[in-house]
């Protein structure tokens, strides 16, 4: 039912800045939260940022805290990733997700649509 689609990946060198975007196709009635998540090479993936429906409340994982801002624009069920000072190990797949059943982010447990991932490379 509910597609996600990330876009805004590509090649940046360390220092740089990034803006990721994820659209859902289909609009919903429930107030979701959203969130991105990353799998680098070799390694599991891990938790970013997440944003309440409102907007109101963000979480950020240690590592990108200060550099990283996620943001929303319900009108349009999509979310961003402002990525600035890059570094080499933010290198990875960035997966967009929805959790339709709670309006603030609860865990990645509590996501129930997942992108299909746009790569982020940052050289050095």
């Known amino acids: 039912q509910v597609q996600l689609v990330e876009s805004g990946g590509g090649l940046v060198q360390a220092g740089g800045s990034l803006r990721l975007s994820c659209a859902a196709s289909v609009r919903t009635f429930s107030r979701y939260a959203m969130g991105w998540f990353r799998q680098a090479p070799g390694k ?9 429906w409102s907007g109101g409340n963000t979480y950020y994982a240690d ?11 319900n009108a349009k069920n999509t979310v961003y990733l402002q990525m600035n000072s890059l570094k080499p190990e933010d290198t990875a797949v960035y997966y967009c997700a929805l959790d339709q059943d ?11 649509y997942w992108g299909k991932g746009t790569l982020v490379t940052v050289s050095s």
């Open 44 to 52: 599991e993936r891990e938790f970013v940022a997440a944003i309440s």
């Open 63 to 73: 590592s990108v805290k200060g550099r990283f801002t996620i943001s929303r624009t």
């Open 102 to 112: 709670h309006s603030d982010y609860v865990g990645a447990h509590g996501m129930d």
